[in-house]
């Protein structure tokens, strides 16, 4: 969840950070941080990419800092840079699978996420074998219709802000997170009641 | 309205994307819509278990660590001048022109410098030189040092002399 500043604050660690400040930079990866994370690993399913893809992501937003014009459009400006990286990374992986061996359609983020162990045993596995789950109706959708559908549930973005981010109009954000919600409760259908 | 175009509407009814007007509608639609409640209800329970799972992810505290590694390095490079930046300055492009134009000057002179062999060698030719001029001072040198001219001065191998004696 998204730390609560106010929008000076913001405005000035902002500031800041894009003046080379690092301390200033590390509070606002303490606000972004675990959203930005979360809505990658929603993208590409494995706790280590994810991990991986958000340090670029950071590290790309801390040198690009100085070309943002407006802080007001930081959280969007963010938004994009991460989608972009978590594209960016997913044709990286396609070309690379397309000279591989052994040449299986099996899609690279259709991998079972590595879990928590806080649960006893039994919740466990049914904790594992829902998250999987959850997870595998997520990546079998297309890009374009998962990243709207993990900001709009899962981050609690309005549609103007998702279409601002991905770039598209708020109609057709409205109807893509309508398709993703229709194609994820098909596959999940069993377990929702 | 059609049932389709109710459950885009139910869809960000959820989302929290709809005015006050559009909620009533949906509202009022789900109430007497059957497929429709069942539609909300299931979108509802994907809604909230979403949220939940969410909820349990968080990335590594180590990230920040290679972030900022990573950051401090980059910084680190650009900030130390490269051999070249020294050129790049002025008073230090002049020092360093002045020093190579010493250091060449310096090579110069040393191999311009006559060696050991050498001087003795300008010192046999100055004293035969000198001996041949009659100086008194240095004859008795120039019979110490092993001129190999000296050798022919009285003898009869002397190639001056036999000439002289063929012109004769």
């Given at each position: 969840?998204?730390?609560?500043?106010s929008k000076?604050?913001?405005?000035k660690?902002?500031e800041?950070?894009a003046?080379?400040?690092?301390?200033d930079f590390r509070e606002?990866?303490?606000?972004?941080?675990?959203?930005?994370?979360?809505f990658v690993?929603?993208?590409?399913?494995i706790?280590?990419e994810?991990?991986d893809i958000?340090?670029?992501?950071?590290i790309?937003?801390?040198?690009?800092?100085?070309k943002?014009?407006?802080?007001?459009?930081?959280?969007?400006?963010l938004?994009?840079i991460?989608?972009n990286?978590?594209?960016q990374?997913?044709?990286?992986?396609?070309?690379?699978?397309?000279v591989?061996i052994?040449?299986e359609?099996?899609?690279?983020?259709?991998f079972?996420?590595?879990?928590?162990?806080e649960?006893d045993?039994?919740?466990?596995?049914?904790s594992?074998?829902?998250?999987?789950?959850?997870?595998?109706?997520?990546?079998?959708?297309?890009p374009?219709?998962?990243?709207?559908f993990?900001?709009?549930?899962?981050?609690k973005?309005?549609?103007?802000?998702i279409?601002?981010?991905?770039?598209r109009?708020?109609v057709s954000?409205?109807?893509d997170?309508?398709r993703?919600?229709?194609?994820?409760?098909?596959k999940?259908?069993?377990?929702l009641? | 309205?059609?049932c389709?175009n109710?459950?885009?509407?139910?869809?960000a009814?959820l989302d929290?994307?709809?005015d006050?007007?559009?909620r009533?509608a949906?509202?009022q639609?789900?109430?007497?819509?059957?497929?429709c409640?069942?539609?909300h209800?299931?979108?509802?329970?994907l809604?909230?278990?979403?949220s939940?799972?969410?909820?349990?992810?968080?990335?590594?505290?180590?990230?920040w660590?290679?972030i900022?590694?990573?950051?401090?390095s980059?910084?680190?490079e650009t900030?130390?001048?490269?051999?070249l930046d020294?050129?790049?300055?002025?008073?230090?492009?002049?020092?360093?022109?002045?020093?190579?134009?010493?250091?060449s000057?310096?090579?110069?002179?040393q191999?311009?410098?006559p060696?050991?062999?050498d001087?003795?060698l300008?010192?046999?030719?100055?004293?035969?030189t000198?001996?041949?001029?009659?100086?008194?001072?240095l004859?008795?040198?120039?019979?110490?040092?092993?001129?190999?001219?000296?050798?022919?001065e009285t003898?009869?191998?002397?190639?001056?002399?036999s000439?002289?004696?063929?012109?004769?």
């Amino acid at each position: 969840m998204t730390l609560e500043i106010s929008k000076e604050q913001l405005e000035k660690l902002i500031e800041a950070a894009a003046g080379g400040s690092v301390e200033d930079f590390r509070e606002l990866y303490e606000i972004y941080s675990a959203s930005v994370y979360k809505f990658v690993l929603g993208m590409v399913g494995i706790e280590a990419e994810a991990e991986d893809i958000t340090q670029e992501i950071f590290i790309k937003v801390f040198y690009k800092l100085k070309k943002l014009k407006d802080p007001g459009y930081f959280r969007f400006w963010l938004y994009r840079i991460a989608r972009n990286e978590v594209y960016q990374r997913h044709r990286q992986i396609q070309r690379r699978s397309e000279v591989s061996i052994d040449n299986e359609e099996i899609g690279y983020y259709e991998f079972i996420p590595d879990d928590k162990n806080e649960l006893d045993p039994e919740k466990q596995v049914i904790s594992r074998e829902l998250d999987s789950v959850i997870q595998k109706a997520v990546l079998s959708l297309k890009p374009k219709y998962r990243d709207v559908f993990i900001l709009a549930v899962q981050e609690k973005m309005s549609y103007e802000e998702i279409a601002k981010i991905v770039g598209r109009s708020v109609v057709s954000v409205k109807t893509d997170i309508y398709r993703a919600r229709q194609a994820v409760k098909e596959k999940l259908d069993r377990y929702l009641y | 309205m059609k049932c389709k175009n109710w459950k885009i509407q139910i869809s960000a009814y959820l989302d929290g994307a709809l005015d006050k007007a559009d909620r009533q509608a949906v509202i009022q639609h789900i109430e007497s819509c059957r497929e429709c409640r069942i539609f909300h209800e299931k979108h509802l329970a994907l809604s909230s278990l979403f949220s939940v799972r969410a909820e349990g992810k968080s990335p590594s505290p180590f990230i920040w660590n290679k972030i900022e590694r990573r950051i401090t390095s980059a910084n680190r490079e650009t900030s130390r001048p490269s051999l070249l930046d020294h050129f790049r300055l002025p008073r230090l492009a002049y020092g360093m022109a002045s020093a190579m134009l010493l250091i060449s000057l310096a090579a110069l002179v040393q191999l311009r410098k006559p060696s050991v062999e050498d001087r003795q060698l300008l010192a046999e030719m100055d004293t035969y030189t000198m001996d041949v001029q009659g100086n008194p001072f240095l004859k008795k040198a120039s019979i110490e040092i092993d001129n190999p001219f000296f050798r022919y001065e009285t003898g009869s191998a002397n190639p001056f002399n036999s000439n002289l004696e063929a012109d004769k």
